[in-house]
C-alpha cells in the first residue's frame, strides 16, 4: 500500500479511538426518568461503569405562582455495585452481564490503539508496508467486533429490562456513537482490505509508482531468468564445440596431402 494510503488509514483509526472513548466514557448510554415521592422527579443515567441521578424538586410558590424548579448536583457511582444494586439477591446474572460488557468495549479499545501502532511501526519501510496491512485490517476489526458484542449485550439487557429501573429507560447518546464507532470501523476494515488487495495485485493506484507483484510471481520470474540464462550458456557452449569441430575437419585434408 501506498504512504498516503496508511496516513489516510492513520487519520481514520484516530478517528474511531476518538469516538470510541467518548462513547466508553460517557454516562448517557440509558436515561431512566420517574415520579418521586413529595414532587420530585428522579433522573438517572446509566454507562458502563457508572450510574449518576440527581432530582428535579418543585418549590411551591408564594400565592399560588408558579412552582420553582431546582436541579440538584449529579452525584455518579460504580454501576453495578453488589449490595446497592442487589447483586447478591437475585441479580447476580445482570451485574455479571453488565460488567463483562464493560470489560469487553475496553479490549476494543486496546486492539484500537494497537491498531495505531501497527501502522506507524509499518509505514517506515517498502517491504513493511507490503505486509502490515493484514495485520492493520485484522485489529480495526477486532476494534469494532468487541464494542459490538458489548452493545448486543447491553441491549438485551435493556430490552429484556434485566434491571428493574430499565423498565422505564431510553437510549441515550452513548448508545447511539456506539453503533456510529462499530459500524464505521467494520467499514475501515473493508477499505483497508480492498486497498491492500489491489495493491498486491500490482494496481498502481493502490500500491504506487513501486507496484509490487506477489512474492511467488516474483520468485517464479526469478526462476525463469536463471534458467535462460542456463540455456543461453548451453547453446554458447554446442556452438563452440561445432566450431571447433568444424575448424578440425577442414585441417584434416590439408595434412593429408
Not at 415520579?35 to 461503569?49: C, K, Q, T, V, Y
Not at 502490515?132 to 430490552?159: E, Q, T
Request: proline fraction near 4%; charged fraction near 20%; aromatic fraction near 10%.
Amino acid at each position: 500500500m501506498r504512504k498516503t494510503s496508511y496516513a489516510i488509514a492513520f487519520l481514520l483509526v484516530a478517528a474511531l479511538l476518538a469516538v470510541n472513548i467518548s462513547s466508553a466514557v460517557r454516562t448517557d448510554w440509558l436515561v431512566v426518568r420517574g415520579e418521586g415521592h413529595l414532587g420530585s422527579h428522579d433522573l438517572a443515567r446509566f454507562g458502563l461503569a457508572k450510574r449518576c441521578s440527581r432530582d428535579l424538586l418543585e418549590i411551591p410558590a408564594p400565592d399560588d405562582g408558579e412552582p420553582e424548579i431546582v436541579y440538584s448536583d449529579w452525584e455518579c457511582r460504580p454501576f453495578p455495585m453488589s449490595i446497592r444494586d442487589h447483586c447478591e439477591q437475585g441479580n447476580r446474572r445482570f451485574c455479571v452481564s453488565w460488567a463483562t460488557s464493560s470489560y469487553i468495549y475496553e479490549i476494543g479499545l486496546g486492539f484500537n490503539v494497537l491498531a495505531l501502532l501497527a501502522i506507524a511501526f509499518g509505514v517506515s519501510t517498502h517491504s513493511r508496508r507490503r505486509r502490515i496491512w493484514k495485520a492493520v485490517a485484522g485489529l480495526v476489526g477486532l476494534a469494532a467486533l468487541f464494542p459490538m458484542i458489548a452493545f448486543a449485550v447491553i441491549s438485551d439487557l435493556y430490552r429484556t429490562a434485566k434491571f428493574w429501573e430499565f423498565a422505564r429507560a431510553r437510549p441515550g447518546a452513548g448508545y447511539y456513537i456506539s453503533i456510529v464507532y462499530w459500524v464505521a470501523g467494520f467499514v475501515v476494515t473493508g477499505l483497508v482490505v480492498t486497498n491492500g488487495v489491489a495493491a498486491a495485485k500490482g494496481h498502481a493506484w493502490a500500491a504506487g509508482k513501486r507496484a509490487y507483484r506477489p512474492i511467488l510471481s516474483r520468485n517464479a520470474s526469478r526462476a525463469h531468468s536463471r534458467a535462460h540464462s542456463h540455456s543461453r550458456r548451453s547453446v554458447g557452449r554446442t556452438h563452440s564445440q561445432h566450431s571447433v569441430a568444424a575448424a578440425a575437419s577442414n585441417v584434416e585434408p590439408a595434412s593429408s596431402a
